[in-house]
């Protein structure tokens, strides 16, 4: 008992204390940059996505704005063209227009996004927060509208209220075309360039506002199934489509925003390298003090007909235990931190510079598991080096001295 309490007290628990805690910290900072950044991207590119869908397909146009000014026609033999790809999943017809909503003591510019009555409102229901959608399905065109929060807050529209609009006519020197619409739900995106002017409505209403037919359209928003085969996906339908036709992945049309989420995974990798370095460093500075506090057992193990690689097998096993000590307060303080941001959501953003308005957290089991193994693996392997020390160890050297 005496001896287990001196042994308690030497350099290599104090050693060993700090290189746990390394590990712990190591990895819970691990997966929670893996959370944090894998939560944003997700969050970013779903507001992107189903605002503006995944592909649009438009006419050819020198137009660096939203806004529809060449439409074609929307045909079942084209809508089937597109649908052939596998990767799809939905489409449906859209058109923009720019107008200005004007009240009696204010006016706002806005965009205004006609849909057809195919499209799936329920993509939209997270970001519903009054009233209901418009209802494009009615035999006769709807006055009804869809507008942002921050949008009703500036003009001080309510549900229910009647609100003008007014729109540039077609011809230069023609007067202003008048709309009166109705707002019957509000929206919130946390997307500053998406609350700040777009407006849904019956895509009949840009067609009457251009004075198209019932077939002319803007374009098709396209959704795909897997995100990650977007562009090549942009690429066969471009194939597939009319010569007048062009087809664009949303990575091309919003690039600034995707590169910069880019850079979320490039920063997660450098910080798994530092964590596992200092882990790894850690770890290597405990083992070495271990065998060198313990030259006299490796001695004895040795007179008695112990091989150097079952020696090192000793020593590498109870490095594991400690590095998997560590693993298991680490991903404690990491998922912790998931669940509680998760629920609670008391890491605040602003939504001027991330798009959202708290920090967004997701985590894949999977991936949570393979860092683990990969970082326990990695580890155990480069302890290899330092474990090494035990072939310089002598028997004769280190059992002569008393």
């Known amino acids: 008992m005496q001896g287990q309490k001196q042994d308690k007290s030497t350099v290599s628990e104090r050693i060993i204390n700090i290189a746990t805690v390394a590990v712990a910290i190591g990895i819970a900072a691990i997966l929670i940059a ?26 050819f146009e020198n137009n660096e704005s939203q806004v529809s000014l060449l439409p074609f026609e929307d045909s079942q033999k084209l809508r089937n063209q597109i649908s052939e790809d596998e990767n799809l999943e939905r489409l449906h017809g859209i058109a923009l227009k720019a107008g200005m909503l004007k009240t ?15 499209f799936d409102w329920s993509s939209l229901s997270f970001f519903l927060t009054q009233g209901s959608f418009p209802n494009t399905k009615k035999e006769s065109v709807t006055n009804e509208i ?29 007067l202003p075309k008048r709309r009166r619409f109705t707002v019957v739900g509000i929206y919130f995106s946390g997307f500053p360039d998406i609350d700040q002017n777009l407006i849904y409505a019956d895509i009949r209403q840009v067609q009457r506002l251009n004075q198209w037919n ?63 370095l200092v882990g790894v460093i850690n770890m290597a500075t405990a083992l070495l003090v271990l065998i060198l506090e313990r030259s006299r057992m490796i001695g004895l193990l040795k007179a008695l007909g112990a091989n150097n690689t079952l020696v090192q097998k000793i020593f590498l096993y109870n490095g ?10 680490g991903n404690l303080i990491g998922l912790g931190f998931y669940f509680s941001q998760h629920y609670w959501g008391w ?37 290899w080096i330092p474990s090494k020390i035990i072939l310089r160890i002598s028997p004769s050297r280190v059992l002569g001295y008393r």
């Open 146 to 174: 869809l507008i942002s929060e921050t949008m009703a807050d500036r003009l001080g529209l309510s549900l229910g209220q009647k609100v003008e609009a007014f729109f540039q006519s077609q011809t230069v020197e023609g």
């Open 347 to 383: 890491i605040q953003l602003d939504p001027t510079t991330y798009f959202v308005s708290q920090a967004p957290v997701y985590i894949d089991g999977f991936k949570v598991i393979f860092v683990n193994l990969f970082f326990l693996g990695i580890s155990t392997l480069l302890l």
């Open 34 to 59: 893996m959370s944090t950044s894998e939560g944003l991207q997700r969050e970013i590119q779903k507001k992107t996505s189903v605002f503006n869908g995944h592909i649009l397909v438009t006419s």
């Open 104 to 118: 009696k003591n204010d006016f706002e510019g806005f965009l205004l996004k006609g849909v057809s009555e195919d």
């Open 214 to 276: 019932k077939n002319q359209i803007g374009g098709y928003e396209l959704f795909v199934n897997n995100f990650h085969e977007v562009e090549l996906t942009a690429n066969r339908i471009y194939e597939r489509l009319p010569s007048e036709l062009n087809s664009s992945s949303i990575t091309d049309r919003f690039s600034g925003i995707f590169q910069w989420l880019a850079l979320f995974d490039f920063n997660v990798l450098v910080i798994l390298i530092v964590m596992l």
């Open 320 to 329: 594991t235990v400690i590095m998997t000590k560590g693993l298991f307060w």
